[in-house]
């Protein structure tokens, strides 16, 4: 068993929570050899840790060789380009071990994106806080208006969930929607591809239990989100990591564009005949 460390806090604490059981844990880390990527946070923790590091950097000619593959075992549109860090850090884990935990759910359970601190300031924060995500923007705006929600997402969350307050509905939204089919999706499938299992331990059926039945100010406590785990975490968890700015997963997509990715996405997209290229 080895574990996807980015050098983030979630992942950290799995690491953290391995040691504790193993002075053989094995991570692994995909990164572009680019001053915004995760390596150097990964390598930090992973000295921290004394575990056993494998790192795989990707170059532009890397992600094409395979773009054509990981399109068509993702099955349907994404339009996250972290699915190819994640391929390429699940070949790598698949050459030393055969689980991988890795620690998403942790945001979704307690709190940890800044969009979650909306819903506790202003005026119409649910409907600020579907803005937040790109599916309700633009022309889906009017998704969010009352007249147009009364038997959607809005009132199944929203309006009908009336024990919870504003960031539990959130919360319960994302865990339930957003987890899913698209952060848990991505990471199964690239996983999968390589006939490598993952493993979320946050989503363990008693932490998700323990995690809804928390009063809000354990998850998000004066706009510091994931409040709880770095208390739980504190000693175990390098401090810089525990209390350090969240990152957003880097990958060079700009750069990729302009060393030909528009040029590849155009021509695929263009394509009019169904086919497999493996066949």
Known sequence: IGAFLSGGLDSSCVVGMMSKVSDQVKTFTAGFNEKHDEMKYAKKVS???????????????????IFDDVVYHMDEPIADPAIFPVYFVSKLAKKKVKVALFGEGADELFAG????????????????????????????????SHKNNSDG???????????????????????????????????????????LEGRVPFLDKDIVKFAFQLPTQYKLNKGVGKYIVRKAMKGLVPQ????????????????????????????????????????
């Open 240 to 279: 810089e990591i525990l209390f350090g700015k969240k990152r957003v997963f880097f990958t060079p997509l700009k750069k990729w564009m302009n060393e030909g990715l528009r040029d590849l996405a155009v021509e695929r997209l263009l394509i009019t005949e169904v086919f497999d290229k493996r066949n």
């Open 113 to 144: 994106y800044s969009k979650y601190k909306i819903l506790n300031s202003g005026f119409f924060p649910i409907i600020r806080y579907m803005k937040t995500d790109r599916l309700f923007t633009s022309n889906k705006n009017k998704f969010l």
């Open 153 to 195: 997402i809005i009132k199944d969350y929203f309006n009908n969930n009336s024990n919870l307050n504003n960031l539990n509905k959130a919360l319960l939204f994302d865990f339930n929607e957003v987890l899913p089919n698209f952060q848990l999706m991505k990471v199964d499938k690239m996983t999968m591809m390589h006939g």
């Open 47 to 65: 000295e921290y840790y004394g575990t056993e590091h494998h790192e795989v950097y990707i170059e532009y000619d890397d992600m094409t060789k």
